[in-house]
Nanobody
Framework: QVQLVESGGGLVQAGGSLRLSCAASGSIRSINRMGWYRQSPGKQRELVAAITRGGSTMYADSVKSRFTISRDNAKNTVYLQMNSLKPEDTAVYYC??????????????WGQGTQVTVSS
């Protein structure tokens, strides 16, 4: 059984910062790609940022230069540092990870989501 548990969401004023964390636990052999997605009411879930095991990153254009994704492979944890937050960043943020379990099978896993609200 593999779980992703997110933390760090909350309410912040525009221009402020938040740091999201997502820890994977369970029967894990290795974790490939990890990423953060977000979904706001009436919109499709969108990719915000992703990072490979080796540390290569990619970002949605809307968050480039404001958000930073990082990971700690020893802790099976991915982070999202969000700076200069805007009201349009308000959404539920979901962690995603491509995990190879102890039996060698690869599956995609999702966290439960954490709410980020940016007030103007």
């Amino acid at each position: 059984q593999v779980q992703l548990v997110e933390s760090g969401g909350g309410l912040v004023q525009a221009g402020g910062s938040l740091r999201l964390s997502c820890a994977a636990s369970g029967s894990i052999r290795s974790i490939n790609r990890m990423g953060w997605y977000r979904q706001s009411p009436g919109k499709q879930r969108e990719l915000v940022a992703a990072i490979t095991r080796g540390g290569s990153t990619m970002y949605a254009d809307s968050v480039k230069s404001r958000f930073t994704i990082s990971r700690d492979n020893a802790k099976n944890t991915v982070y999202l540092q969000m700076n200069s937050l805007k009201p349009e960043d308000t959404a539920v943020y979901y962690c995603n990870a491509q995990i190879i379990n102890a039996l060698g099978y690869t599956n995609d896993y999702w966290g439960q989501g954490t709410q980020v609200t940016v007030s103007s």
